[in-house]
């Protein structure tokens, strides 16, 4: 796992090294640490920061200031969506300024990679490069909501394993009623 981590390592400081802004504001963090818990791979990854630097391993020689535990696709989330770090999906324990502080840094972090592209590519290239990439990554986002819908309207409607909304809503009007008669039930025998 720790080769893995060494070319993240390396790229994650390359960008921070590229938003001065962003490389400036981790000096606050100094000698912080975050564990953070992949729960879908039983893997914990050791975050430290130093030197204004983001060190990866997984070691665990460091007392975390912060525990971060989620699946791989929440904390993938949390890189595009910072204010999910305080979402369901994921759960925070020990120092919640320290959250506050990593999402504020988050939200911050602004990487020029079409800069960064253009510097291997030229800037003829580059602009075209970017926007595909992004009307690539329009397209699957398009194609995943798109996916959700029709697998839960086929479940629903087709194989009818999911309830749809009205069944849903029958439902909890019958457990409202059976809930009230309970009350009454017990109300009754209370007074006898």
Known sequence: MSSLLKPIQLAINAALAQDQESHAKLEQFDRRCITVIINDFNKTITILFKDSQIDLSTDSE??????????????????????????????????????????????????DWEAQLAKVTGDT?????????????????????????????????????????SQINEYMTEVDVIRADLDRLEARINRL
Do not use: C, M
């Open 62 to 111: 460091h007392t975390a200031d912060l525990t971060i535990s989620a699946k791989a696709l929440s904390l993938v989330k949390l890189g595009q969506d910072p204010e999910s770090l305080f979402s369901a999906d994921i759960d925070i324990n020990g120092d919640v300024q320290f959250a506050k502080q990593l999402r504020d840094f988050l939200e911050g972090f602004d990487f």
């Open 125 to 165: 290239l580059a602009y075209p490069i970017a926007h595909g990439i992004r009307k690539a990554g329009s397209w699957l986002k398009a194609s995943h909501q798109s996916l959700q819908y029709n697998i839960a309207d086929y479940l629903k409607e087709e194989t009818q394993l999911l309830p749809d909304k």
